[in-house]
T-cell receptor, first 115, second 117 residues
Framework: DSGVTQTPKHLITATGQRVTLRCSPR?????VYWYQQSLDQGLQFLIQ???????AKGNILERFSAQQFPDLHSELNLSSLELGDSALYFC??????????????FGQGTRLTVV | AQKVTQAQTEISVVEKEDVTLDCVYE???????LFWYKQPPSGELVFLIR??????QNEISGRYSWNFQKSTSSFNFTITASQVVDSAVYFC??????????????FGKGTKLSVIP
């Protein structure tokens, strides 16, 4: 158990809908990262938050957004969903914003299926 | 731009054989971190090792060993005496220097290892 909790584990929704994925980082970790794993693109970094503020952006679509709350949990919002958004979405956390001498521990992922 | 190449898409070995998973990386940074993760059929990503660019010492952990060679930009992973439980997809990943302000992993496409009893 990595200590990173993601909910829900599975999500099935229709095209055009909006969903919210939730992540609770390991206790004490200030950084949260979101990754997408799809058959086409593999594992891709989406976005990082550190202590409530956006730290870095990767290949995140404009239809997607994220935030980190004062209690450090994070949510990834996916809107106007398309079939191609079907993927496994991972959250990871690390102890600080630099990652220096720390690992990024991954949650078990949320499998999103868009039908 | 950073890039990680895992040329082996799938490997099958018979139990107790040794197997090496290759990883070649590209980066312009002089300070960077290399990682290996395991993704078993259950889907989670399990951290195996992190190595920084200044530490070229090889590492051994039980049946696992890693060979880091900056001269060839490679960070290969060897499993000795493979077991069925080693069957998984293995990902190599690269992170730029934390001082750049972010800690984002660039992953290879993964190597699917099947260990046959």
């Amino acid at each position: 158990d990595s200590g990173v909790t993601q909910t829900p584990k599975h999500l099935i929704t229709a095209t055009g809908q909006r969903v919210t994925l939730r992540c609770s980082p390991r206790s004490g970790d200030l950084s949260v990262y979101w990754y997408q794993q799809s058959l086409d693109q593999g594992l891709q970094f989406l976005i990082q938050y550190y202590n409530g503020e956006e730290r870095a952006k990767g290949n995140i679509l404009e239809r997607f957004s994220a935030q980190q709350f004062p209690d450090l949990h994070s949510e990834l919002n996916l809107s106007s969903l398309e079939l191609g958004d079907s993927a496994l979405y991972f959250c990871a956390s690390s102890a600080d914003g630099t990652g220096l001498e720390t690992e990024a521990f991954f949650g078990q992922g949320t499998r999103l299926t868009v039908v | 731009a950073q890039k990680v190449t895992q040329a082996q898409t799938e490997i099958s070995v018979v139990e107790k054989e040794d197997v090496t998973l290759d990883c070649v990386y590209e980066t312009r940074d002089t300070t960077y971190y290399l990682f290996w993760y395991k993704q078993p059929p259950s889907g989670e990503l399990v951290f195996l090792i992190r190595r920084n660019s200044f530490d070229e010492q090889n590492e051994i952990s039980g049946r696992y060993s890693w060979n880091f060679q900056k001269s060839t930009s490679s960070f290969n992973f060897t499993i000795t005496a493979s077991q069925v439980v080693d069957s998984a997809v293995y990902f190599c990943a690269l992170s730029e220097a934390p001082g750049a302000g972010s800690y984002q992993l660039t992953f290879g496409k993964g190597t699917k290892l099947s260990v046959i009893p």
